[in-house]
């Protein structure tokens, strides 16, 4: 979509990205610069991805 993402639509895009390239949690984790448990706490609703993380998976998404 060319909509603009937000923290929310963030997490969507980042199962997308994962789908795309086959990434394992822990794979993503490490792309992203965090540990496992933060991504799960992500994808599962009870944090959201602070601005540093934001920031890295749009740099992520511009590289692919």
């Known amino acids: 979509g060319g ?3 937000d923290e929310t639509t ?5 199962k997308e990205y994962m789908n795309r390239h ?4 822990s794979d993503f984790a490490r792309l992203m610069g965090v540990c496992p448990s933060a991504v ?3 994808f599962s609703g009870t944090r959201r991805p602070n601005t540093k993380s934001f920031v890295v998976f749009l740099r992520l998404i511009q590289e692919e």
């Open 3 to 5: 909509e603009s993402m």
């Open 10 to 14: 963030a997490v969507q895009e980042m």
């Open 22 to 25: 086959e990434l394992t949690q």
């Open 40 to 42: 799960s706490h992500w």
